[in-house]
């Protein structure tokens, strides 16, 4: 399953994808909210776990690439969380794109492509997105889709030794509140 919006294709990852997205997860600015950087090895693992999830339910976390020059800019998409959260279980949506890349919507305008398979084809009730506390760049982009915030906080178990890091916002757009405001917009 593909998803295309107005500037964004969200698509199976292929081979070509590997190079960029190990240069996008040993990228210091991109990585700073997560606990390190990623090795080549460990970048490549990931991006064939999330290529093998889409393979199984035919949704995840897909690559994203820009239609004008068919170029990889990072992934966006949906995710059933393993470990521990506070909602479990869930879906969550969730995205990483190339520094190059921020500031241009891209991370909003496939994000909404992602939710509306989530609540039109999927027929989820909700949909769940965290980030740390002070990752405001990416709480932006939640709040730009409409999701509200829960009133406390969680500490994320990734991040238990980083106090920096733990403290985590968590978000959720319900399907009735999505469909709200997409009548608004039509």
């Known amino acids: 399953m593909e998803l295309k919006t107005k500037r964004i294709l969200l698509r199976q990852w292929k ?19 997560y606990p390190r950087t990623l090795l ?20 995840g976390f897909w690559a994203a690439e820009r239609l004008d020059d068919r170029s990889f800019i990072g992934f966006v998409g949906l995710n059933k969380p393993s470990y521990e959260l506070p909602v479990n279980p869930c879906i969550e ?8 890349q921020w500031g241009f ?5 496939a994000a909404e492509a992602a939710l509306e398979f989530a609540f039109q084809i ?14 405001t760049k990416s709480a932006a ?3 730009r889709l409409n999701m509200e915030r829960s009133k406390s906080t969680f500490n994320h178990v990734f991040m238990k030794d980083d106090m920096r890091l733990k403290e985590h916002y968590l978000y959720k757009l319900k399907k009735e509140d999505w469909k709200r405001q997409h009548s608004l917009n039509l």
């Open 15 to 33: 081979e070509s994808d590997l190079i960029p997205f190990a240069k996008m997860n040993a990228d210091p600015e991109v990585m700073k909210y």
């Open 40 to 59: 080549a090895k460990e970048s490549d693992e990931l991006a064939n776990k999330f290529k093998k999830l889409i393979e199984q339910k035919g949704w």
């Open 122 to 135: 999927l027929g989820l009730e909700q949909v769940y997105s965290f980030t740390s506390i002070i990752n």
């Open 141 to 143: 982009v939640m709040e």
């Open 93 to 100: 949506i969730g995205w990483r794109l190339a520094k190059e």
């Open 105 to 109: 919507g891209y991370a909003t305008e």
